[in-house]
T-cell receptor, first 111, second 113 residues
Framework: QQQVKQSPQSLIVQKGGISIINCAYENTAFDYFPWYQQFPGKGPALLIA?????SEKKEGRFTISFNKSAKQFSLHIMDSQPGDSATYFC??????????FGEGTQLTVNP | DTGVSQDPRHKITKRGQNVTFRCDPISEHNRLYWYRQTLGQGPEFLTYFQNEAQLEKSRLLSDRFSAERPKGSFSTLEIQRTEQGDSAMYLC???????????FGQGTRLTVV
């Protein structure tokens, strides 16, 4: 059962543009929502994370927006750069348990 | 500490052979996780340990798979009688109880021929 759905599967943006990736979840017991960035041949690296008691979290060019009632959250990458080209995964976790990942979004930022 | 370390980085094996992977977590982390990732997919949970206790196993973890963390430090994941469908990236992650931030290793890429 896929508990975290991610879209789009792939995304192409121009340098300086905004990249937006969306995720939806089903399990209301989830209480931690991280985003991971993965480059080819590497393990996922934590980018930014949010808990459901806040609606938005910003770290540098990266922002998570969280909508608890809709059970959706999204990642916004402002001023996208070619170095941001990677695969991005949303995930969800119940405290004390393990991560459930989305299917991933392959982001390409054209120079 | 340089992070989560996995060994080997790559493994090619013939179908039917047994393989074993090792994971060394961040030293102060008491939780250790194994995930499997196939091409174009997100990591899928296999199992996790808190200290030396194996607390949860996914139904993906067939009888051919076994994981251990005997002293609550490093962990091994063994796959017996490998099948071509076992070809994947095997990822290890660690975290500390009470802090849900999980750090991943570089993974072990397994190819079964």
């Amino acid at each position: 059962q896929q508990q975290v759905k991610q879209s789009p599967q792939s995304l192409i943006v121009q340098k300086g543009g905004i990249s937006i990736i969306n995720c939806a979840y089903e399990n209301t017991a989830f209480d931690y929502f991280p985003w991971y960035q993965q480059f080819p041949g590497k393990g996922p690296a934590l980018l930014i994370a949010i808990r459901p008691d806040v609606s938005e979290k910003k770290e540098g060019r990266f922002t998570i927006s969280f909508n608890k009632s809709a059970k959706q959250f999204s990642l916004h990458i402002m001023d996208s750069q070619p170095g941001d080209s990677a695969t991005y995964f949303c995930a969800a976790e119940t405290s004390g348990s393990r991560l459930t990942f989305g299917e991933g979004t392959q982001l390409t930022v054209n120079p | 500490d340089t992070g989560v370390s996995q060994d080997p980085r790559h493994k090619i094996t013939k179908r039917g052979q047994n393989v074993t992977f090792r994971c060394d977590p961040i030293s102060e982390h008491n939780r250790l996780y194994w995930y499997r990732q196939t091409l174009g997919q997100g990591p899928e949970f296999l199992t996790y340990f808190q200290n030396e206790a194996q607390l949860e196993k996914s139904r993906l973890l067939s009888d051919r798979f076994s994981a251990e963390r005997p002293k609550g430090s490093f962990s091994t994941l063994e796959i017996q009688r490998t099948e071509q469908g076992d070809s994947a990236m095997y990822l290890c992650a660690s975290s500390f109880t009470g802090n849900t931030e999980a750090f991943f290793g570089q993974g072990t890429r397994l190819t079964v021929v």
